[in-house]
């Protein structure tokens, strides 16, 4: 065959592949467009989500785990629930918008965020689907598993930073100075959020990063062991830069990563390769 003929097969063949990636971009960027148009429609719903960090109070949440746990019997927990139960109430703030274009750049950021979001599993099937050809049969079984478990650490650290990392440090800047009312800017208050459900998302990782590193034999569990001190500065200087600039949600982040790294330390001690002995 002549080498003009081989190239241009390959050349058809590279062309075929960046060809299926412009598809593939245009049908998620097509859906996430639509899924913005359709959160337009939705604006009390995700009105009432937004305010559920000023409308739920963490105490309340604490009370219902501890009696979904241990039940509404008559003992020390049972009472401690009643106490949070009652310390419980809404946080005392007042969104507003504060200039003429606040409210519409706010319903703009809302709507991409939660269109990105509804599309997200047929983007998340769109990138999957490019790269499954390029893997083999091990990588694939490999993959995917690793895959859903990174998915699951990301929802857990949003979840964690929505559900209590939020309405803690509301509350805390809420109580600050109290003879001032709380007139909160919206597009701020958006802001924070997104910021802030980002940083822990991505934080929670921390355990992935540390298992790949073992894996790929950088570092083995001894060794983030013997750095546990070190890696403690890290993780507090990772937090106040990945958070907004307050020592609260700072704290909020620094704790649970501490945790992590010692489940990235367990992870790293499962996926250590046995010494090899000659």
């Avoid at 739920?56 to 049972?78: C, D, K």
């Avoid at 809404?90 to 319903?107: C, D, F, H």
């Avoid at 570092?219 to 750095?227: M, V």
Wanted: net charge neutral.
């Amino acid at each position: 065959m002549p080498v003009n003929s081989v190239n241009s097969m390959a050349e058809m063949t590279f062309l075929d592949h960046l060809e299926e990636f412009r598809r593939r971009i245009i049908v998620s960027l097509a859906v996430v467009g639509l899924f913005m148009l359709l959160s337009l429609s939705f604006g009390k719903p995700i009105e009432r989500i937004l305010r559920l960090p000023l409308d739920l109070s963490t105490n309340g949440l604490l009370a219902n785990l501890v009696e979904w746990i241990f039940g509404q019997g008559a003992s020390f927990m049972g009472f401690l629930a009643i106490v949070l139960r009652a310390s419980a109430s809404s946080i005392n703030a007042t969104l507003m918008k504060l200039s003429p274009l606040s409210g519409i750049t706010t319903y703009l950021k809302v709507s991409m965020t939660f269109g990105a979001l509804m599309a997200s599993p047929i983007v998340l099937y769109q990138t999957w689907a490019f790269i499954m050809p390029a893997l083999t049969v091990r990588e694939k079984r490999i993959a995917l598993p690793l895959f859903f478990i990174i998915l699951f650490f990301f929802l857990m650290g949003a979840l964690f930073a929505f559900f209590v990392v939020v309405p803690v440090v509301f509350d805390f800047s809420a109580r600050l100075y109290p003879s001032m009312v709380n007139n909160w800017d919206i597009e701020q208050y958006f802001n924070f959020i997104l910021q802030i459900l980002l940083g822990f998302g991505i934080a929670f990782e921390l355990p992935i990063v540390m298992a790949f590193l073992t894996w790929i034999g950088a570092i083995d569990a001894s060794g983030f062991r013997e750095k546990r001190s070190f890696a403690m500065v890290g993780i507090f200087v990772l937090s106040a830069f990945l958070t907004p600039s307050d020592p609260g949600s700072m704290l909020l982040m620094a704790l649970p990563l501490s945790a992590l790294y010692e489940l990235g330390i367990f992870f790293a001690y499962l996926l250590e390769k046995p010494p090899t002995y000659a």
